[in-house]
């Protein structure tokens, strides 16, 4: 059995093993930047007062853009993604509950503890009253 090792003077080393990884780079942004020079080709430029006005979902907006709207869309979104989260961590844990043992079963009653008191701390600031 003969051992090949590596001369790893300073400056005589020269990471080969990487190169394929520079190729790969080197072709996505060479194919990213040949798709938008083609659209910025191909792409028709006819622009009129119709396709430049702005709209939201199909229609036309009516009074000042900027006014104060209500977060409760994004406040039981966040809270959805939270709560799902959860169920995506409780899945695995139940499937692999015997092998964990007694460690396993406490670290995941204080993640549940964690989420618990983040729970009552939503409810108690009324985030699920919905108006």
């Known amino acids: ?5 590596k001369s790893t003077m300073p ?3 020269i990471p080969t093993d990487y190169f394929p990884v520079l190729v790969v780079f080197v072709m996505a942004a060479l194919i990213g930047l040949g798709a938008l020079v083609a659209g ?5 430029r006819r622009p009129y007062a119709q396709k430049l006005f702005p709209y939201e979902s199909g229609n036309p ?3 000042e853009p900027r006014y104060k709207f209500s977060v409760k869309f994004y406040i039981i979104a966040m809270l959805f993604v939270v709560f799902d ?4 961590f409780l899945y695995p844990w139940a499937v692999a509950y015997d092998q964990l043992g007694i460690l396993g079963f406490i670290e995941m009653m ?11 701390y939503v409810w108690k600031k009324g985030a699920f009253n919905w108006e």
């Open 61 to 63: 907006p009516i009074g």
């Open 110 to 120: 204080m993640f549940i503890f964690i989420l618990l008191v983040g729970y009552v």
């Open 1 to 5: 059995m003969i051992l090949c090792i």
């Open 11 to 13: 400056g005589t080393y």
């Open 40 to 44: 910025l080709l191909v792409r028709p």
């Open 85 to 88: 989260v959860e169920a995506v």
